[in-house]
């Protein structure tokens, strides 16, 4: 069978390229892909060929690379073994790939509620990262947040914290759209980190720093600013990617003194079987995100900011590859 895909075959360039898929084997589910979302950070990493893309391994990239990984769809084949799901399912995926169908492993594969469209489905596997991010740092009801960077990330951990109880809650971007889009996703502050006494204020807002940190920019400054931040004994999850150690941070005066613990917070850095409080498997949080958009806890579609069709991807990941503030993108593979 026909299959498209979106591929990154050299750095900066990706391309719409026809490839075949067969029937699933053993243990293995076809997804046909309705909905998939772009997360911004990652992909662009793969993308423009970071060498520092893996916390495992560094070294020269190759190309051609397939991203992805989080995707909604409909069940279109059935490999032996598999149990509980049917032709016609509606799924979202974990660690899927922007194609036109998905060869998934089945325990990769997730029913979805009749309550939850294909659009919000597509970000559950990404909103998986900040809630495990969330869980890491034991955030308790009633104790102050801030989210430090407003890209896909940072604005569901917005939603995530204020679903959890945290209050108040401070997003923080130099960008003044991401800054209101925060504030309309529960954010109860919305700070510009480079304004003068940017620290002092969050101090002034929270009664002496913040309990909670989520650091989802990846950059070692975004890292230093959030300690200046901190209460005691404040807990901070490094949730983006810092691929780059070319910073210093002042550990005896902003972590070691007054008690700060950093939490790494990568989401493979999980339990494979069995959830306890605060470290749940993937597949456990992957099913809590989906419940919580079926009960109207949480609301995804505010979110996505663009749809395209795939056909649009060479243009679409150009713009990624050198637009800083990248929007949060969805393919829309019914317009194939």
């Known amino acids: ?51 520092n893309i893996s916390p495992t391994r560094g070294g020269a990239v190759t190309f051609p690379r397939q991203l992805g990984y989080s995707v909604a769809g409909v069940v279109e084949a059935i490999g032996e073994g598999v149990e509980g799901f049917s032709v016609g399912d509606r799924v979202f995926c974990a660690w899927s790939k922007h194609a036109q169908y998905n060869m998934m492993k089945a325990t990769n594969v997730y029913h979805l509620d009749d ?5 919000e489905a597509a970000l559950i596997h990404i909103a998986t990262f900040p ?23 940072g604005l569901l951990g917005v939603e995530l914290l204020r679903a959890a109880g945290a ?4 997003a923080v971007d130099p960008v003044p759209s991401k800054r209101e889009q925060a504030r309309a996703l529960g954010a109860d502050y919305a700070l510009d ?48 990617c810092t691929r780059s150690s ?22 493979m850095a999980r339990p494979k079987q069995e959830s306890s409080a605060g470290w749940w498997t993937e597949a456990d949080d992957e099913r809590a995100v989906m419940r919580m958009l079926a009960h109207k806890r949480l609301d995804f579609k505010c979110l996505i900011e663009e749809v395209h069709a795939p056909t649009e991807a060479t243009e679409v990941f150009a713009r990624l590859a050198k637009d800083k503030f990248f929007p949060i993108v969805q393919f829309d593979w019914n317009l194939l």
Do not use: W
């Not at 309550?115 to 659009?119: K, L, M, N, R, Y």
């Not at 209050?167 to 401070?170: A, C, F, G, R, S």
């Open 1 to 51: 069978m026909k299959n498209q895909n979106i591929i990154f075959t050299a750095p900066g360039i990706a391309e719409l390229i026809e490839r075949e898929v067969g029937m699933p084997e053993e243990g293995q589910i076809l997804v046909r892909t309705v909905r998939d979302t772009i997360s911004a950070g990652t992909e662009r990493a793969n993308l423009i060929g970071d060498p």
């Open 115 to 119: 309550a939850v469209d294909f659009d």
């Open 131 to 153: 809630m495990a991010a969330i869980r890491k740092c034991r955030l308790e009801v009633g104790e102050s947040a801030l989210v430090m960077g407003l890209g896909v990330l």
């Open 167 to 170: 209050v108040p809650i401070i």
């Open 193 to 240: 980190p480079f304004a003068e006494d940017f620290a002092k204020t969050v101090k002034e807002i929270t009664g002496g720093g913040v309990k909670v940190a989520l650091e989802i920019t990846g950059n070692g400054g975004g890292m230093d600013m959030a300690l200046d931040c901190m209460a005691k004994f404040g807990r901070m999850a490094l949730l983006g």
């Open 246 to 267: 070319d910073f210093s941070i002042d550990y005896y005066r902003k972590v070691h003194g007054p008690g700060i613990t950093l939490v790494g917070a990568h989401t």
